[in-house]
């Protein structure tokens, strides 16, 4: 079976998961993990972005490391198969779930998992012409009616898909609002010759505990709940959150790890965000966030770091960990 029973995965998130944000996953615990989703139109092209996309390491070649193609244009994907078989990856996974305006516009991605025959067609493709074992991920098409869903989950399982990642929420909703757990459990029980993973609405070791036992799936994808939080993967898995100065660490190597890929004036851009996602919710007063946000010198976030102290009404672990579960204040990302 292509994925271990009670797993934890890295979503591919499109501006996040790049080498140096894997890096950081993996000391916080994870072992599964995607490169950033890719379009299928920049790697027909052989853009150089898409391409630096795909970078990874010798840690991720000797275990896992997967990619994802999002795209609705058969001649592209095809082009993009071919370019992704110059690569190693442990599986190739389509994008029918990202509700970002301008993939959706394109065609591709959760637009393109409601037009399941195209959608078919598009995965029809891929595996003509990948060499890597295929996965699919994607939402739910219908917010209580389990039947269009299944139907894709169907035609995908029949072309050879050999694990499905759920999102419980429809494309309108995009990452908020409740997780519909029926709908994820009833395709796992329609189909229990492969992996269903579920996805959507894990911030916390009790969202993760909530997802397992009312969806069935011991294989559970984080995303946003990740996102400046890399410790919560060993949380779940019963370990502790991380201290202060543990946090510091992790932000500063998060970081010059970037400057490392990207040179330090593109990095320090690509920054901000990162290190705002590490603040959020961790008790630090705002002074810090506006820091965050004027960030152009790898110097300057020495200069943050060394302003992270607590707020004296705030406990430790609330400092290091936010237990809040709110979507409501993050914004959108893709996938």
Known sequence: MIYPENILLLAPLS??????YREAAYRGGCRYAFTEMVDAASLAYASGN?????????????????????????????????KLNEFDFSLLDFNLGCPVPKVVKKGAGAALGRN??????????????????????????HQHDPEPTLELCRGLVELGAQALTVHGRTMEHFYTGEVNFSIIRQIRETFPQIPVIANGGVYSVEDCRIMRRETGCTRVM??????????????????????????????????????????????MRRARKIVHDYLRGRGFPAALRNEASALSRESELDILLAHAFPAAEVTTRRIVISESGSTSSLPSRSN
């Open 222 to 267: 984080l995303a946003q709940g990740a996102m400046g939080n890399p410790w919560l993967f060993r949380e779940i898995e019963g370990g502790q959150p991380p201290t202060l100065e543990e946090w510091k660490d992790m932000v500063s190597t998060h970081i010059s790890a970037m400057v490392r890929l990207y040179g330090e004036e593109s990095a």
């Open 15 to 20: 501006g996040f998961t790049d080498l140096p």
């Open 116 to 141: 399941v025959e195209h959608a078919l067609k598009c995965f029809e493709t891929i595996t003509r012409y990948s060499r890597f074992p295929l996965t699919a991920k994607m939402r739910i098409l």
């Open 50 to 82: 898409g391409i630096k996309l795909l970078c990874c390491n010798e840690f991720e070649h000797d275990n896992f490391i997967a990619t994802q193609l999002v795209g609705s244009d058969i001649e592209l994907i095809k082009r993009a198969c071919d």
